[in-house]
Structures are given as C-alpha cells and as structure tokens.
C-alpha cells in the first residue's frame, strides 16, 4: 500500500502528536511505509470486510483488514494505533487506549492513539450514540487488531526462544517463558520499526473481562488537564497560515430563495476579500472574524418570502393528518382489534413531543483549504469518511482528493452544525483559493440545524378482568427532512441544500406491508411485548397481541439524530403509558412492570433501581395527597435501548409546586447493565449527564416558530438548564456482567427521564402530563384539571 | 483600525484592530488563545469569560477598547498542564467535564466569584453559576469541584 504523505497538511499540533511516538517530520516520510500505515480504498477489499461507499457509511464502517492499518509498534516498543472512532467529550478516547494497552499487554502510557483522519486512519463510518454503540469501543475492528498482534507476537517470540506458546506469558510489552522469566523478548525486538504484512485473524481471541487489568478501571480522561489548562486545540482553535475568515448569510425564512446580492453594501468594510454566491448558499469572507461578522450583518440580500408555516398551536393536528405518508409496521399479530373488543377495559392516551435542538454550547465550526482540486478539512464531524465523500460532491472533487481531519467541537449529542458548518468553510474556501475558518453564530446554528423529530403517538392498551394486558396498541406520526449528509444528498444539512443539492428523498407508502423482520431499534415496540415476527420473538415483554404502526411525514425543518432519536420520544409514551395502565389496574408501577416482563436482564435493572431507590410498593397516585401545595411523588421508567444494547432503569423522586406547577426533580436513581464495563466512571459521567440532559429536554426545550421561520434563536429563546439550576441528587447502580457483550449507555439513562420524570408528577399529585416539554403552565393546566 | 496596548496573563501586546471589535475575537484571534471560546456572541453562556479586576467579563460583548490597559487574566494564565492551579486540579480531580468547551466559563466564573467570596454558601456558589451553560449537563460534578477549590479559598 502507498504511503501517505501527511506532513504538510498536519498542523502543529498532529506534529506534537506524532513526535511523541518518536518521529520526526523528516522521518515521518521516510519511515511511513513502516510506522505509519496509511489508508486507501484499495485496502477495503478484503476477505474480512464487504468493500464500496455503502458499506463505509454504515455505522460499523468497513474498518480494514490489514493489521498494519491499526497498529504499529516502534523500535523503542511504543505502540501507535489508528481508530476511526472520535472522542466527542464522551471519554472514549481513553477507553479506546485502555482496550488497545489491555489487549496488547502495554502499559497505558506507552499507547498513543491517532483518530480520525481520513489520510491515516480504517474508515469506521460514523460515531455516533455517545458510549453508545458496541461498535464505538471497537468490540471487532481495533480490538481484534489488538489480540492479532498479540498473538502473532506470541508466535515469533515462541520461535525465537524455542518455548510453546502456551507456556508463555506477556506483561508490559514483553514476552517470556512462565518456567524460566530470563527466556524472553520484547515486543520490541520482535517487530519493532517493522510492519507485521498480516490480515486481521478474525479467530484471535480477546481477553477475557475477569483478566483486565486496564480495561474496566476508571482510568481518568487524557485530555482533561490540557482542557482545563486552555491548551488543548478544539476545532475552534485550528489555526493554518494564510487563513481567512468567513460568515454565511441564511435565508430570513423557511423555503426563501435567493433574487440578489448588492456586493457594493459591504465594500466599505475593512478587510472584505469576496462575496460568495452559489445557488440560494451566500457567505462572506474577509480577513479577520469580526469583519467577516459585520460584513454578513451589512450585506444587503434580497430573498423571496417564505413557503409559510403552519400554526404551532395546531401542529400535532396537522402532523397526524399530513399526506402523504410512509407507514411501516414494525409488529402486528393481527389479533389485536379482537382482543380489544374482548378486552375487560380499554385504555388510550395520545403524548405529544416537541421539536427539539441539540443547542452546542459553542456553535460549530469548521477550517477548510480548497485549492488545486485537493481539499483539506478540520471538522467536529461523527462522520470523517461519509463528509469526505460527501464534500467531494459539494466541491466537485474526487474523494481521494479531499481529506477530512477530526478534531472536538463542542458536544454535539449527534448531527449538530458541525457538517453544514465544514460545507460552508468548503465552499467559501474553494472560492477564495485560501483556507476559510467558519465559526456559524449562534441563531444561524439554532435556526438550521437538524432537529430532534417531534412526535404524536397514540396507545391503546386492552386489560383483562385482573387488570394483566392482553393487546397493546401503538401508533405513531413523526415528521423527518435530511439527516446525515451522503455523497448522493447533501442536502440533507442546510448548507448543502442552499448550494443546490437535495436531501434524501422522502418515499411514500400505504398501506404498510407485514412485517417480515423485527428490530426495535427506535424502540417503537413498547418493552411489553414478545415482538414476535415470523414465528421469532425477539422482544422483552410477555404481552403476544401487538400492533406497532409508525408514519413517516415530511417535516418543515431539517431533522436529524438527537441523543436517543425517536427512542427517547418513543419510551416517553410507552412508560407514561405502562404507568397509567399500572393506575387503571390499581397495581404498583414497579410491579406492574415486572408482571409483563421476560428478559432477565431488563427485570434486574427495574428491581436494582427499585432497591437502591428504597421504593415503596404501592399503586400510584399516593393515598391522602392534598390539592395545594408542594406535593412528592416517585416515578419509575425502564428500557432495553434500541432493542438490544443497553439496559436501563430510573426511579425519579421529584416535588411539584401545585401553585405554580413548576417541577423540581430532586433524586434521580439510575440502574444501568451494559455488559462488561469499560471504564465505570466514564460511564457514570455518560450515565449522570444523560439524566440531566433528559431533565432539561422534559422540562424545558421545544423548538419555537411563526408563520415563517424558527424564532428559538438564542438561549433566552431556547431557555436550557444553567447550571446554577437546583439539579437532583444522582445515584447509579452499575451492573457489570463480566460475561455480556459489550452495550452502549451514553443514552439510555436520558431515553427513561421524561417518563420516570411524569410518573412521579402523576404519583405525586395524580395529574398525568402527556405533553414534553413539562412546562409550569401546562403542568398547572393539568393540575387545574383534576377531576 | 488603531492600535490597543493590552496586558493579558502578565504579557503586553500590541494589537491593530477595529475598537469595538469584542475582546473575545482579539484573544482567540489575534493572540490565539485556546481558553476563552465563542460560544454564543450574546454573552448568554459564559464560554468567552476572562478576568479583569477580579471580576468575570463575557468578553464576547466587551469591545477591546474598553479593556485596553487593564490586566486580562484567561484560563491559560491560571495554571499549566503540568502545574495547574488549584481550581484546575479540582476539575481533573472529580473529572468535572465531557466535552469541555464550557469549561472555561465555568472556571473562570466560579474563580471570580470564590476568590471574592470565599465563605459563600451552596446556594450562592449556584447563584454565580446561574448564568453559565454546559450542555453536555455535567452540572454534578462541576458544582462539586467548584466546592472542592472553595475548601481551599477558605482553608
């Protein structure tokens, strides 16, 4: 494979990197064949992995199968290895060299790890699900690279010193005989400077978690003490010579086009390079930020109006009647219309969620270097390789000339600006033929990001005479536009579109076929049912008549995944509801569930939680509450996250003002099992941060708008939760399950919040809240409307 | 354009800028500092924050020129990697962050306000915080470092 040549689109900091593996810029050419193995799609093609795009841009990435791509051992025995998993604040950059030091049997210290970089690292997709994905830890590519090494190492040095492999042992990166430590040889020694010319050995056995020494420990954050310091280099903080700056200049309204630019209003400002015009896309680029800032502010763009909105006030109404729709069905034993008409009561309820933002805390950013038909790009993106293909469209570039370089934005909780914002520094970029630096502002962020999907959801429930479920019913109407951005639809983040490109198109279709397969991964079918398919049940719940029938609709705004997309609003609906059902059935709410339950696992979240959380067995709402006042109550809520990978449970304790209907969460209780456990405190920082995030989304946020355009631009239009809020006490309860496949956890804990959080405002003061965000004055309307 | 004579973390700089150009651009820009971040333009986060007489700005909304001769003290000037200030090592300590973009707000905001206040309650400590946002929601452990330095102003 050729060698890349990096050195003169690194920037000072990669160099520091790359330095402290022992090599310098002179040597990094000539020795990159040996130490640093670079990456072509050529290396896709293998036995091991399906090559071409499509596969590249599934989450899992195609990874390559030459174990050259994933690590590289020096001559002083530091190993250098190559992830395209990216840290995006989650910790999963520690976690990642604690896997390859445990498996590689190195010290920590000695493990320096390169990420994300389409020049240097396997084509890993997306990262995505923050701690979420089996995948982001690498549970096949880099940690099967890792036991390959490992024992192919253990080979050679067995036909060097004349020992079986059985009889010896390795520690700190060296390899002796168990009988006799003064027979051995350093990994050093072994392969030290040299490339090892072997695939990936898909039989290579990993370790076991009862062995870990390195995995499965706290091990702290390695970027913590350069972040506090102020030294750490952010995306915001790319810096590259000869860089301009520039601003983009969105439409004042949804579905405005463009009709003119007046250059000449801006040919006064100070240091203005060029006015950027393609299609409906405008940008501004001049010498320094805060010119690029007023020259937006100034230039004088006419735009047609607007397609118009509907009414906000009206909207669930016309999401559920929007045509045309794609319907799918995810369950249906065809039983259920039956079974309710049989039924001993029927139960229904309909919940309501917003639109939502991921509202970065430093809108996004992106440097791009467009010139000679090659492009370089430091972007926040989760998805190195699918904006490499995908700027080489909006550029009019072959992939193999654009490169994209990873580095943290601010947290991104999934598709934020952070792709849009690397177009827009692409494209003013190429039209300067100099490096562009965009940070977006803040309402241009709020405006056009990619939203979390809001949601209608209808459930119905039948209940025989002793109060147990016999058929559950649900139906959903969600709205979607864009997404993640492909080669084939850039359109599906604003800027793409505005340059001209559409985003995926939006299919139609009804009726919606059988289901032929199940897979819960939005988490529509409720934890109740047997999700039984073509004589397979696949689900965690006993209850066998089941429909789940979900409608796709266009949406008004670009949408895409938000922490926990579609599980979050739908587990909101289906504890609320298993909640409500446990009421009818005059049943306590942990029991309630328990009683419908299968999967063991999910069974002993809810009753740790229920433990740890000193839970009172009683049916909600609680006897002998007054109507004024502060009144407590507790709430339970629980999940298998996308059907199969994370489980979690969360008792909520929270305190109403019945005045005011302000909620105030006071104890949240989480129990989490996600197999074997990587790194417990990251884990709990996921599992603590989720909660809240989960609170904040409950209480608060909900995209706003008029009859033309987004008015939730700022934070005093998007109130979130400050952090001098009274925030709850958290406690969680980890679960490690030593023989368990790796599961995801950064989002399950905020997937159950909004219901643990409304079955306790219910339990509390017996007032259900069916509608996100909890807002004081929805929740006192409810409460006024007790009966 | 004219020429700002500024003192930030002990070393002087001459600048040539617009006057009114926010202090915040001129650091991360001019003298390219990595601690204090864009983080809303509106001084509604507090990621922009740095200290100037003993108080915390949002130098996203102060132009350059009304600070000029003042010492300006960021995020870099507390402590280093290897020497980090107390409050430094009280956020690696509990391990008070995700992605970390805020953390440069919060410090800054919650030094400003300890060093001044150094017997302030729990309730006051979060009545200073109440204007800065992270949104990654690490609220937990950020309040406990912030207590943990503030043992250590009043020790």
Redesign the interface.
Known sequence: MKPVEVSKELTPDAFVVLEKTGISRRQFIARSGALIVGFSMAGLTTDLMSPGSAEAQRLDGAGSSRLDSWIAIGADGNVTAYTGKCELGQGLYTAQKQLIAEELSVPFDRVKLIQCDTALTPDQGTTSGAQSHPTNFNNKNLALACATAREALLQRASAQLGVPVDRLAVKDGMIHAKADSSKSVSYAELIGGRTFGIPLNPAAKRKHPNEWTVLGKPVPREEIPAIVAGQFEFVHNVRVPSMLHGQVVRPPAVGATLVGVDDSSVRDIPGIVKVVVKKNFVGVVAEKPWQALQAANKLKVTWTLGTGLPAQRDFYEYLRNQKPTRDTFLLNSKDVDEKLSSAARIVKATYHYPYQMHGSVGSSCAVGDVKDGKATIWSATQAVYPLKNSIATVLGLTPENVRVIFRLGSGCYGINGADTVSYDAALLSQAVGKPVRVQLTRKDEMAWENYGFAFVIDQRAGLDDGGTITTWDHESWAPALGGRPGPSDPGNVITGFLAGFQPAAFTPRTPAPDPTDFSNGSNAAPSYVTGCVGGRCEGTGAVTSQRVLTHNVKSLFWTGPLRSPARLQNTFAHESFMDELASVAKADPVDYRLRHLRDPRLIEVVKSVAKAANWQTRPSPRSGMRRTGIAAGRGVSCVLYEGDNGYCAMVAEVEVNQDTGQITATRLVIASDCGPISNPDGLRNQLEGGALHGLSRTLLEEVKWDDQKVVSIDWSTYPPLYLGAAVPKIETILINRSDGSTMGAGETAITVTAAAIANAVFDATGARIRQVPFSRERVKAALDGRT | ?SVMNLRVNGQRHSVD??P???LL?VL??DL????P??????G??G?CTVIVKGQAIRSCITPVAEVAGSEIT???G????EK?HPI?KA??DE?A????????G??MTAKAFLDRNPKATDAEI??????????????????RAIKRYGQEVKA
């Open positions: 354009m800028v617009d009114a150009t926010p651009y991360s820009d390219a500092l990595r601690g971040k864009f983080g809303c333009g509106l509604q986060c990621s960021t995020l870099e507390l402590g280093t990697i980090p430094q956020f690696i391990q962050m995700q992605c970390g973009f805020c953390i440069n919060v410090i979060r009545q200073a915080m109440s204007g800065v946002l992270c949104r990654c929601h690490g609220h937990g452990r950020m309040i």
